[in-house]
């Protein structure tokens, strides 16, 4: 199984600004997703990074929004930009073993904007 | 349009009791099943699957029934243990293969009282 790390825990920001996420894998993996859960919502599937390219974003996620970085194949960024108060949501990032039950989560990071 | 649901925001049951948790989807595509788990501040965790070939999957003291004909599965966790409370996703995706992504429901909320 692979461990994931992720920061921020938690943090509260004031709308209009912008916080990075980092995720970080204890082994090299090919693909990297970004997941947001609203409050009392599903897990919904922001974008896919793969290293060396562009990450690929779900419908209704934008990158002007949610800007990601893939620099290596252990590590990934998401920034949550222009924050308002409906970005308040958990954010998880999670890597593939290679099946999808293999699909490995991060603690997650929870984002409150006031 | 909320391809997968959990109707259940929460249950309450007995130790040593049967827990039932259901999930039902409209994607007639989806072909592969998997429940997750959740305790608070941490990411979901991968508990047990099913691919529609079947109808039964069972691990330890977790099973998973699929009806296909009515887009239907559950997971029984017999019996129950108050370790067990946490938050259950059902999750459903076109195939096992690794690069597929996943739909999740909104979560049941389990409590397992001793």
């Known amino acids: 199984s692979a461990v994931i790390s992720q920061k921020p825990s938690r943090d509260i920001c004031q709308r209009g600004t912008s916080l990075t996420i980092q995720c970080q894998v204890d082994?090299?993996?090919?693909?990297m997703f970004w997941y947001r859960q609203q409050p009392g919502q599903s897990l919904t599937l922001i974008a896919t990074a793969n290293q060396g390219s562009e990450a690929t974003y779900e419908s209704g996620f934008v990158i002007d929004k949610f800007p990601i970085s893939r620099p290596n194949l252990t590590f990934s960024t998401l920034t949550v930009s222009n924050m308002s108060p409906e970005d308040s949501s958990i954010y998880l990032c999670?890597?593939?073993?290679?099946?999808?039950?293999?699909?490995?989560f991060g603690p997650g990071t929870r984002l409150t904007v006031l | 349009d909320q391809q997968v649901k959990q109707n259940s925001p929460s249950l309450s049951v007995q130790e040593g009791r049967i827990s039932i948790l259901n999930c039902d989807y409209t994607n007639s595509m989806f072909d592969y099943f998997l429940w997750y788990k959740k305790y608070p501040a941490e990411g979901p965790t991968f508990l047990i699957s099913i691919s529609s070939i079947k109808d039964k999957n069972e691990d330890g003291r977790f099973t998973v029934f699929l009806n296909k004909s009515a887009k239907h599965l559950s997971l029984h966790i017999v019996p129950s243990q108050p370790g067990d409370s946490a938050v259950y996703f059902c999750?459903?995706?076109?195939?096992?293969?690794?690069?597929?992504?996943?739909?999740f429901g909104k979560g049941t909320k389990l409590t397992v009282n001793p």
């Open positions: 999670s890597v593939n073993g290679g099946w999808v039950d293999e699909q490995f």
């Open positions: 082994s090299q993996v090919t693909m």
């Open positions: 999750a459903a995706t076109p195939r096992k293969g690794g690069s597929e992504k996943l739909v």
